[in-house]
């Protein structure tokens, strides 16, 4: 399935530097390339007095953003904006702050992530055009609404959380799709099919749903991307109860779940409730125990260490891990909400073309999602060495797309790392904390 992802792009402008010092000629490349674990690599090992001032604090902003360090990014962001803002452009001054309240809003601090937002748009609204401005105000109106509640407050029945799934088929027979389902699953104490995909930036659920579960509509509205454009709006369940753990005031997009197309709706019922990598950060560490069919979350959470962290967020904020596909170093986005093995796109294809050209078999797939169906030409490759998480095996088969990106989006990732491949390690545990995901292999 396509992904939910918030069509509100939050994208770097480019930094090109007049003069020449090689530190933060560096730090600039990373950041232009979207190379994250480059770039803290670089800020912890160049001397500190050869990066200039604006590349030092912008270098922790970004990666307090997408390595999951908010305890960085903010008083970053902070310092940027009260030292630095002449050195910002436009583009580069609002995408701060949309990551600045995104930081906020992730501990809690809904009301600061509004304010600052809000403040921002006031100063530069006559420079942007009217999709921007109605972007930004959505989540001014998101953060403002979640600020009269306590999002995401978890409460542990035991000494840690276990929330049981199953493997249940979706689709045509004859693709052998599989998704996971939580079970023991309440939602305002009424029993929920849920879909857990770690590829979902956002919790979703449909209209009908939202009212049969009683779920409090805000005054926020939402614009939601798959295949095609969704607007919704926001809700918020008063308690989820997944397994032995409860969380309160947890915010949902309320959206038609819907393909448009009459062949792909017969089946897409299994993404009517969705959770995803924004219940994943709260949570903040969890492993999936596939052999057990459970989901294990400890009552107290890792504090972080000086590990190198492996995972990061995207421009859209899908999760990403490092990965190896037959020699390929590459970002994987890692999707439990893709019911196949996955897909390697258009780069990979260009990377062994003549390989893949001579031993595989050209396709068509089609992909399903919010707002239509997307079909692409590719080919289906066998028996892909994959490396995940310090561990090598072998994947049956994977598609190869052929085109350059979808929807006119280009993903930061290679891979999209469906949950057939995933389900082939024993275990997978994110630390959230650390950004760092770990495999184990099945026992034979």
Not at 10 to 27: M, N
Not at 295 to 313: D, E, G, H, L, Y
Not at 362 to 367: F, P, S, V
């Amino acid at each position: 399935m396509k992904k939910f992802i918030l069509t509100l792009w939050i994208c770097l402008g480019s930094f090109s530097l007049g003069y020449s010092q090689s530190s933060d000629e560096k730090i600039a490349d990373a950041m232009n390339n979207s190379d994250w674990f480059a770039l803290d690599s670089l800020y912890q090992t160049e001397p500190r007095d050869s990066i200039s001032d604006f590349f030092e604090i912008y270098s922790r902003c970004l990666i307090g953003n997408r390595l999951n360090r908010p305890d960085v990014s903010i008083p970053a962001f902070t310092e940027l904006f009260n030292t630095q803002s002449e050195n910002l452009d436009l583009g580069n001054l609002l995408n701060s702050s949309m990551m600045f309240a995104m930081d906020l809003s992730r501990i809690g601090d809904n009301k600061a992530a509004a304010k600052m937002l809000s403040s921002t748009l006031d100063s530069i609204r006559t420079h942007l055009d009217s999709t921007t401005i109605v972007g930004v105000q959505q989540f001014i109106n998101q953060y403002e609404a979640l600020s009269k509640y306590n999002p995401y407050k978890i409460t542990f029945e035991n000494s840690a959380g276990t929330i049981p799934f199953e493997i249940v088929p979706v689709g045509p027979e004859k693709n052998n799709s599989v998704l996971i389902h939580l079970r023991d699953s309440y939602i305002n104490g009424v029993e929920a099919d849920i879909t857990f995909d770690t590829g979902a930036g956002v919790n979703i659920i449909s209209k009908s749903l939202a009212l049969k579960y009683n779920l409090i509509p805000l005054e926020a509205s939402s614009t939601v991307g798959g295949v095609g454009i969704q607007n919704g709006n926001y809700a918020i369940a008063k308690e989820l109860k997944i397994g032995d753990m409860i969380i309160t005031d947890v915010p949902f997009y309320v959206i038609n779940i819907t393909t448009n197309n009459e062949e792909a709706d017969k089946y897409i019922d299994c993404f009517n409730i969705v959770v995803g990598s924004e219940l994943m950060l709260q949570l903040k560490d969890l492993t999936i125990d596939f052999v057990n069919h459970k989901i294990t979350i400890p009552s107290v959470a890792p504090k972080r260490s000086q590990v190198f962290p492996n995972m990061c967020f995207s421009s859209s904020m899908n999760l990403l891990s490092k990965g190896i596909v037959q020699g390929n170093k590459m970002l994987m986005n890692i999707d439990t909400g893709d019911a196949s093995y996955g897909s390697l796109d258009k780069r990979f294809f260009e990377n062994n073309k003549e390989y893949i050209t001579t031993h595989c078999k050209l396709d068509t797939i089609r992909g399903a999602g919010i707002g239509g169906v997307h079909i692409s030409e590719c080919y289906r490759i066998q028996n892909i060495e994959l490396e995940l998480g310090n561990n090598q095996l072998s994947v049956p088969e994977m598609v190869v797309l052929l085109e350059k990106n979808t929807g006119g989006i280009l993903y930061s990732y290679q891979c999209n790392l469906g949950l057939k491949s995933l389900m082939l390690f024993g275990k997978i545990r994110f630390n959230m904390v650390n950004f760092v995901l770990t495999t184990s292999l099945l026992s034979r």
